[in-house]
Structure formats: C-alpha cells, structure tokens
C-alpha cells in the first residue's frame, strides 16, 4: 500500500468518527497498538526535542533500503499519533518519507484539535523522522 493509499484509509477511518471524543478515544486505541518500545532505547538522543510529553523514536536501515522506525510517548493521546505517523510512514524508502504530503493530519482534523504544544511537537516528530530519512539517503549516495 502507498503513503497516500495508507492515509486515505486513515480518512475514511476518521471520517465514520464524528465526535471529536470518539476520535480521541481511537486515537489512544492505535497507540496501544505500538509494538513495545525497548526500555534500553529511551535515551536522550532518541527524545523528540520540542515535544511537551516525551517521545522517543529510533529508526534502522533495512537490507531492502527501507527504513523501520519504532517510537513511543509516555502520554497516551500523543502516542496515538505516533502510531498514525508510523503507520503512514514506518518500512518506506527514505525518498518516500521525504516526498509525502502528509495531508492526512490535516484531512481528519488533526491539527485544528491539537494545543498549540501538541502542535509543536507533531511538527518536531515529522522533522525528526524526515531527518533519519535525509541520513540514511546520505548513505546510499
């Protein structure tokens, strides 16, 4: 499945959601569908500068070129929105993370619900991912 064809799926989902405490509650469900993240793996270097709660995201070069990420947060509705990034954007090629408009975020309402902190810090985790990307591009070139 494609960037896009991942977040039109998250569209539709969404959209059957009406109420903004519905979509809540959905979005704490999907960041308890996060793998475990290793306890070994919250460092410092792996936190998310600029984000109010803590976040902690890792990312590894697969053989197939592709990069895997694994993240978590100790609050529950930003770890919801993790797992939406992941989803979206975890096992693809770093000139497909660089190049995705994710439209989604703004397409299910995402942005306008956030506090400006949470806000903050969504931009800080996409900035974080896409410089893991820009990396490990490096080092295939």
């Known amino acids: 499945m494609t960037i896009n064809e991942t977040q039109?799926?998250?569209?539709?989902?969404?959209?059957?959601?009406?109420?903004?405490?519905?979509?809540?509650?959905?979005?704490?469900?999907?960041?308890?569908?996060?793998?475990d993240f290793p306890e070994?793996?919250?460092t410092p270097q792996n936190l998310i500068?600029?984000?109010?709660?803590?976040?902690?995201?890792?990312?590894?070069?697969q053989d197939d070129g592709k990069i895997h990420?694994?993240?978590?947060?100790?609050?529950?509705?930003?770890?919801?929105i993790v797992a939406l990034l992941m989803r979206v954007l975890d096992d693809r090629t770093p000139d497909e993370i660089l190049e995705a408009d994710l439209y989604f975020i703004d397409k299910i309402g995402l942005k306008e619900h956030l506090s400006p902190?949470?806000?903050?810090?969504?931009?800080?985790?996409?900035?974080?991912i896409h410089n893991y990307a820009r990396a490990f591009k490096m080092l295939e070139s």
Do not use: H
């Open 8 to 35: 039109d799926e998250i569209i539709e989902e969404f959209e059957g959601l009406t109420d903004w405490m519905d979509r809540y509650a959905y979005i704490i469900d999907l960041g308890n569908t996060l793998p």
């Open 69 to 80: 990420f694994e993240a978590d947060s100790d609050a529950l509705i930003v770890k919801g």
């Open 49 to 61: 500068e600029g984000c109010q709660s803590r976040v902690w995201i890792t990312a590894k070069r």
């Open 40 to 42: 070994n793996e919250k």
């Open 117 to 128: 902190t949470r806000s903050n810090g969504l931009v800080a985790m996409v900035k974080q």
